[in-house]
C-alpha cells in the first residue's frame, strides 16, 4: 500500500506574503519550520496533528463559500488557510488567537 499524499502549500496570497514578510527574523523562521513540517504531513496527519490545533472557523466564509480554517503556524502564530483538494491554501497569519476568527 502506498503513502498518502503530503500536503501541497499555496503560499501564493498577497496578503499572507506581505505579512510573512513583515515578522522579525526569528519569527519568519518560526513560521518557515511549520510549513516545512505541513510539506511533509498527509492530510490525515494535519487533522490528527495537536499541535496545529486545525480548527474551523465558524464565523467567517472562504473563497467559493468554502470552510475557513485557522492553525498554529510557529510560536504565537495562527494562519487562516481552507483545503482545496490536496492543496492547503494559506490566505493570513495572525500574532494571535482571536484575530484568525474576525
Not at 506574503?17 to 504531513?41: E, H, I, T, Y
Request: glycine letters at 8%.
Amino acid at each position: 500500500m502506498s503513502e498518502p499524499a503530503p500536503v501541497r502549500l499555496d503560499l501564493n496570497s498577497p496578503v499572507f506574503q506581505r505579512q510573512l514578510f513583515a515578522l522579525p527574523k526569528d519569527s519568519q523562521s518560526a513560521v518557515l519550520n511549520a510549513l516545512r513540517k505541513l510539506a511533509g504531513m498527509s492530510w490525515l496527519q494535519v487533522y490528527a496533528d495537536a499541535g496545529l490545533r486545525w480548527e474551523a472557523i465558524l464565523s467567517r466564509v472562504g473563497p467559493r463559500g468554502g470552510r475557513l480554517y485557522s492553525l498554529r503556524i510557529g510560536r504565537g502564530f495562527r494562519a487562516v488557510a481552507y483545503r482545496d483538494g490536496e492543496w492547503l491554501r494559506l490566505l493570513t497569519l495572525h500574532p494571535d488567537h482571536d484575530t484568525a476568527y474576525r
